[in-house]
């Protein structure tokens, strides 16, 4: 049943013009990047000659988009010279589904582009820029590259208009690797630094916050290195891979070896269920997503197939060499349009050619799995099997946040959007692709889409500890998710965690034990922002009624309000996981609060009085205020430091002779 390496399936493989777009693209792209910087590099046969003017423009801190949450945010304007002024803002969380930027060009000019090339063949081998620009997040995968760009690579780091506002820790980071005044620069200079990796630096420059130009001139040399002669001959594929492209962490040390496969553990149930990666263009992200995998116990290789969308040579020769199965998806559209004709493809594929599998199990390709992860499944998927009510299981924990507490041993069932590595069934799949536009323009992502709009019914099977990481940034990503979420989730770290709940799942079962835990809680009014409201209570479970109209826009507000009272700033943003309307957070070891929407819920009938229901919009003025000004609280403080440090840059000015400009 299951397909040869390499499949060569008309209709599936690149042809024609699909892949001369691809290759097109990317030059495409790297052109762009140089073009937006003012950076140009002319090769020579021997050397290599950058020439760096910089120039100010369109310098502005965040984009001020309309939606729920009001914050306070740094900005930047510029006039005659460069202010430092506090904006209001619109936090973007919860829109992070519905953002359309790769539409927005202007956006992605923004942030610190960083430019990988390798010293002897002086070819580029991985460029990206990062939306430094916003304050929150971003930073987190420029250390994340950073870390894996091999010794002696020749690195670029360029500010396109404002870049430098968002660096954060990556600034030490610089410091660290050699940057003299990385750590120093105010938001909005402009920066250039060229160096060798674990080596010295060749040019490193900057306007402070002066509309002015950065201008650098420099000559490197191709170098001379001496082979690693016996890699280049015991491991040869490797050794072309990362002459050619850089950012792959250990995969490129000298003495790296292939995880050894965990044979003993082997799960029976899932040796017929196919596993599909879905890959594009980030080698760097699959090496990561793959390394996870090997080290997980229960992987079975033969079930892996990863579905490639595009032709990506850099993505196929990393394949290649581990002797993974995979396909190649002919891609059109770009951004969020493309993704979502791309999944559809890959639904497709799944049903033409595993007809016969029950269900199968998809992740991207940039997911870190845990150890536990097939355990997880092995245990989850009889289950989801056997009840028609049920959908997906999804590993990703969604409620696995630092100020919440969770069980590992636990898992849940509730209305969820299939999340980054799911089991899904072949009905639902099926189910899905009727109504799935091959066609027309949609810049929805397709797992909110399948969500939102009711495409497949059921619910998911979701654990309380996390099975993946989605490690990840790229498109869609949204900074502030990223510190407090995405990047800080809580993984199981052990494998073969015994699942003690797994016979509650089933629907009859979960409604009987939710109904008896119900009538066991106690109902609680009040403020949920005021100190300590949830969390300074006994051991028990507690009932904390809101108001939720089903007919309403805005239906989840109130849960999203008081989750992020519940557990300080960190909760998702929407009802995800909650099951006819009922929501569990575990605020302390022992405290479960039980947040009921109320009439949403079948179960509203607990909410007894009336009167009693917490309802934002009922509240005065002054309580609203003090409620968003406390969901903000944690956005407000890291803006602040943020400040605080850029203003305490003199040291810079004095050094760089602009002083007295202030
Ligand atoms: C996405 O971008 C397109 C084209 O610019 C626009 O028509 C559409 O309204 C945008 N969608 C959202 C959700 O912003
Ligand atoms: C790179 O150099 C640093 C500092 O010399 C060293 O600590 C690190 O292990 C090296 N990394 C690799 C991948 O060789
Ligand atoms: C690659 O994998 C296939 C099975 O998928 C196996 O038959 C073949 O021997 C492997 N090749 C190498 C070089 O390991
Ligand atoms: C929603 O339904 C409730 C009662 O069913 C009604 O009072 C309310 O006006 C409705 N709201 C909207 C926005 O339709
Ligand atoms: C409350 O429950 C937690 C978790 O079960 C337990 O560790 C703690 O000792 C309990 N506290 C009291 C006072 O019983
Ligand atoms: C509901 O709460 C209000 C306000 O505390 C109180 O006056 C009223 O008596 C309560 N009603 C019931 C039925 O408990
Ligand atoms: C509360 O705010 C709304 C709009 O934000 C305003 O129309 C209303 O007058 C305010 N009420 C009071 C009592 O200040």
């Known amino acids: 049943m299951y397909l040869d390496r390499r499949n060569k399936i008309e209709g599936w493989r690149c042809r024609g013009t699909h892949c001369l777009l691809g290759k097109m693209w990317l030059s495409l792209v790297s052109f762009l990047i140089?073009?937006?910087?003012g950076l140009h590099i002319n090769k020579t046969q021997n050397?290599?000659?950058?020439?760096v003017a910089n120039s100010v423009f369109g310098i502005q801190l965040e984009s001020a988009q309309s939606g729920?949450?009001?914050l306070e945010e740094v900005r930047l304007m510029r006039r005659n010279g460069f202010d430092i002024s506090r904006g209001w803002y619109s936090d973007q969380r919860g829109k992070g589904s519905h953002q359309n930027e790769s539409l927005d060009s202007s956006k992605q000019k923004e942030g610190l582009v960083m430019l990988v090339k390798n010293p002897a063949t002086l070819q580029t081998t991985f460029s990206k820029v990062f939306r430094t620009n916003e304050l929150f997040g971003f930073y987190m995968d420029v250390q994340w590259h950073l870390r894996?760009?091999?010794?002696?690579?020749?690195?670029l780091f360029v500010v396109s208009a404002s870049g430098t506002a968002g660096l954060r820790d990556?600034?030490?980071d610089f410091s660290a690797v050699g940057s003299l005044i990385g750590h120093h620069l105010p938001a909005g200079a402009h920066w250039v630094w060229v160096f060798v990796k674990g080596g010295r630096t060749l040019l490193e420059t900057a306007v402070l916050d002066k509309p002015n130009s950065v201008l650098g001139h420099l000559h490197i040399p191709k170098a001379q290195l001496e082979q690693n002669t016996a890699l280049e001959i015991f491991d040869e594929k490797r050794f072309k891979f990362c002459r050619k492209y850089d950012s792959m962490g250990e995969f490129c040390d000298f003495d790296y070896q292939r995880p050894l496969l965990n044979s003993?553990?082997?799960y029976e149930i899932l040796t017929g269920i196919p596993f599909i990666i879905t890959a594009g263009n980030r080698p760097d992200y699959l090496f990561e997503s793959l390394t996870s995998l090997m080290k997980s116990p229960g992987f079975q290789p033969q079930n892996l197939h990863v579905l490639i969308g595009g032709d990506w040579p850099q993505t196929e020769d990393l394949l290649d060499i581990f002797n993974f199965t995979y396909s190649i998806i002919p891609i059109r559209g770009e951004g969020n349009f493309m993704r979502f004709l791309y999944y559809r493809q890959v639904f497709s594929f799944i049903v033409e050619n595993f007809p016969l599998a029950p269900a199968a199990i998809l992740m991207d390709e940039d997911v870190r799995v845990s150890p536990d992860f097939f355990s997880y499944f092995a245990q989850v998927l009889p289950v989801l099997l056997e009840d028609d009510s049920l959908f997906c299981a999804t590993a990703f924990g969604h409620l696995a946040m630092p100020t919440l507490f969770s069980h590992k041993d636990k898992v849940r069932r509730g209305d969820m959007q299939v999340g980054w590595g799911y089991a899904i069934k072949l009905t639902a799949i099926k189910e899905a692709l009727l109504s799935w536009p091959a066609d027309g323009k949609s810049d929805r992502f397709y797992d909110s889409w399948l969500y939102y709009e009711h495409i497949v019914q059921g619910e998911c099977i979701f654990?309380?500890?996390?099975?993946?990481?989605?490690f990840g940034i790229g498109l869609n990503a949204v900074g502030t998710r990223l510190e407090t979420y995405d990047l800080v989730i809580d993984m199981e770290t052990e494998s073969g965690v015994h699942l003690t709940n797994i016979m509650d799942i089933p629907l009859q079962n979960w409604k009987l034990s939710l109904k008896k835990i119900l009538e066991d809680s106690t109902l609680i009014y009040g403020d949920p922002c005021e100190k300590n409201f949830f969390t300074e209570r006994k051991n028990g479970s507690y009932i904390f009624s809101y108001r939720c109209e089903s007919n309403s826009t805005d239906f989840t507000k109130n849960l999203m309000l008081a989750g992020d009272c519940a557990c300080k700033l960190s909760f998702v943003s929407t009802e995800f996981g909650w099951h006819d309307g009922v929501t569990l957070l575990r605020v302390k070891p022992g405290v479960d609060i039980y947040f009921l929407g109320v009439p949403h819920s079948s179960y509203s009938y607990f909410a007894v009085n009336e009167s009693l229901i917490w309802d934002f919009e009922?509240?005065?003025?002054?309580?609203?205020?003090?409620?968003w000004g406390y969901v903000s609280f944690p956005y407000q403080r890291s803006a602040w430091k943020v400040m605080t440090d850029l203003e305490r840059q003199e040291f810079l000015r004095a050094f760089l002779g602009e002083g007295k400009e202030m």
């Open 34 to 37: 140089l073009g937006i910087v």
């Open 47 to 51: 050397a290599l000659s950058v020439e």
């Open 68 to 70: 729920h949450r009001i």
């Open 148 to 155: 894996r760009i091999q010794n002696g690579s020749l690195i």
């Open 170 to 172: 990556a600034a030490s």
């Open 264 to 266: 003993d553990k082997r």
């Open 463 to 470: 654990p309380e500890v996390s099975r993946v990481i989605h």
């Open 618 to 627: 009922k509240l005065s003025n002054e309580s609203q205020y003090k409620i």
